[in-house]
Structure formats: C-alpha cells, structure tokens
C-alpha cells in the first residue's frame, strides 16, 4: 500500500482545511486508517482514526469536534476535515494504514505511512 497525503497550507486562526489520502491498492478497503501529526520538536501524535468501512471513528481530545475523518472506498481515499484552526495545530499531518481491523492510536502499530503534508496555522 502506497499513500500520498495532500491538502496542507497556510491558514489564519478559525479557518479550515481539508486533508486527503490517496491509497493504492485493493486491500486498503480492509484497513484501519489514521491521521497523526508531527510539530517539530515533538511526538507523533494520533488525531484520529478510522475502521475499514467508516461505521466507528476515534478521536483525540485536542481535536474532538474539531476534526472530523472520513473515507470514500470508491476513491481509495481518507479525508481529514479541520476547522476552527489554532496556532497549536501546526504540525506534518500523516495519514496510516494498519492492517489490523483494530484501533490504535500508537504510530508503532500502523504499517504503511504517507509523506506528510504541511499545515501551517498564522495568529
């Protein structure tokens, strides 16, 4: 399985952007996908996740009723929407994919990554 994230930039305080994750592959359709960041300095840190057919959705508290992750098995793709942006949420966003049908929110659990896509939110 291959990703390639997409979406990123500059944003002002309150605004919104929407993430994507193209995969290839057929098998994606049975993975567990998730959505971390990395500010520099710090941890990977999981936002949020997804089963493989989007009926159950995980979220971390930092970004819960802010973001919301969601994926169109016709498209291959994961989509992370993210409004009321904060200076705090600037980071390198990667999408996962886990070959478990479990949920995890340790990056050490998930097998494939994407690039990253910077995001970059202005006061």
């Known amino acids: 399985v291959q990703l390639q994230a997409s979406g990123g930039g500059l944003v002002q305080t309150g605004g919104s952007l929407r993430l994507s994750c193209a995969a290839s592959?057929?098998?994606?359709?049975?993975?567990?996908m998730a959505w971390f960041r990395q500010a520099p300095g710090k941890e990977r840190e999981f936002l949020a996740a997804?089963?493989?057919?989007?009926?159950?959705?995980y979220y971390a508290d930092s970004v819960k009723g802010r973001f919301t992750i969601s994926r169109d098995g016709a498209k291959n793709t994961v989509y992370l929407q993210m409004n009321v942006l904060k200076p705090e949420d600037t980071a390198v966003y990667l999408c996962?994919?886990?070959?478990?049908?479990?949920?995890?929110?340790?990056?050490?659990?998930?097998?494939?990554w994407g690039q990253g896509t910077q995001v970059t939110v202005s006061s």
């Open positions: 592959g057929r098998t994606f359709l049975t993975y567990h």
């Open positions: 997804i089963n493989w057919n989007g009926d159950s959705t």
């Open positions: 996962a994919a886990r070959r478990r049908s479990t949920s995890s929110r340790v990056p050490d659990e998930y097998d494939y």
